[in-house]
């Protein structure tokens, strides 16, 4: 009876801003508007060109073209980025290590230079008097390595996308899987030692993961929803068809996503190791 009531429910992805199942639509990308011809201008006398103008994109927008001036200044290069939105590495890592070392970038590195970066630069450049562009430029790169130490390997490469929660109290005894939705992060704790922690995220607005003190009634290696046809690998139940277990939609599309109530990971190896290490009986406690 206990397994034929939980093939009948489980987990699906859904759009956090659609409905179930829903795939993602690609947006296209806005516009500034239409470039319409314009009339040769009258000759005239020779005038300097004005500065051009910048786009949202911080890229410099192509002027008409103007009569070249014998006196007109050349205007000065401003300094090449270093690292700008969509660099990834290595050393987008050690920024964003630095940067939350100078309390700029609250997140954990993850070696993609995304907004998140760009803001955080933006807000160092701002408070040291630099100009504030979002990129990395050889100035604002040379101030952050004054300002910080370097990073330690567990400051550059962290277990977890967000940083992990104080644990709930009562998770400090027996073996638990210790939930927290507000660092979005699971950490298998074995009398108050972490033994692994890895992200998770939840169920949307509608399909709500259940909160409190649980306990592994059931685990399944190689799980497909029959309600929604998903595949759940790795599954553990701890509250009806609700369960932590491996989420491919997860590993491709990060948050954008959400399950149907399940605690979903990302990191397959991780759950993989989890997986093999937690029993039947063993505790689980969500919480805010």
Not at 53 to 66: E, I, L, Q, V, Y
Not at 249 to 275: M, P, Q, T, W
Request: a positive charge; hydrophobic letters at 35%.
């Amino acid at each position: 009876m206990l397994a034929g009531a939980v093939l009948a429910t489980g987990c699906k992805p859904v759009e956090v801003n659609g409905g179930a199942g829903a795939s993602p639509v690609p947006v296209p990308r806005a516009t500034t508007g239409t470039a319409t011809a314009q009339p040769a201008p009258p000759p005239r006398t020779p005038t300097r060109s004005p500065s051009a103008s910048r786009t949202s994109d911080d890229k410099p927008s192509a002027p008409s073209a103007p009569a070249a001036s014998p006196t007109a200044p050349a205007p000065s290069p401003s300094a090449p980025a270093l690292m700008a939105i969509g660099a990834e590495g290595a050393r987008v890592r050690e920024l964003q290590a630095r940067l939350r070392q100078a309390g700029h970038f609250s997140r954990n590195p993850t070696g993609y230079y995304g907004t998140l970066t760009g803001q955080a630069v933006e807000s160092f450049q701002r408070k040291g008097g630099l100009a504030v562009t979002g990129r990395t430029d050889s100035v604002t790169w040379q101030r952050l390595l004054a300002t910080t130490r370097t990073p330690t390997a567990s400051e550059l490469d962290p277990p977890t996308e967000l940083p992990v929660a104080a644990p709930d109290p009562r998770c400090l005894k027996g073996r638990v899987l210790c939930v927290s939705k507000e660092s979005r992060t699971l950490a298998w704790m074995i009398d108050g030692r972490v033994v692994s922690v890895m992200d998770v995220r939840f169920g949307s607005e509608y399909t709500p993961t259940r909160e409190g003190v649980f306990s592994v009634y059931w685990k399944s290696r190689h799980h497909v929803s029959t309600l929604y046809g998903s595949p759940m690998p790795y599954a553990m139940f701890f509250s009806g068809g609700q369960a932590v277990h491996y989420s491919a939609d997860f590993a491709a599309r990060g948050y954008s996503g959400a399950s149907h109530g399940c605690v979903n990971v990302r990191d397959e190896k991780k759950i993989s190791a989890l997986y093999a290490q937690v029993k039947d009986g063993d505790k689980v406690v969500i919480y805010h």
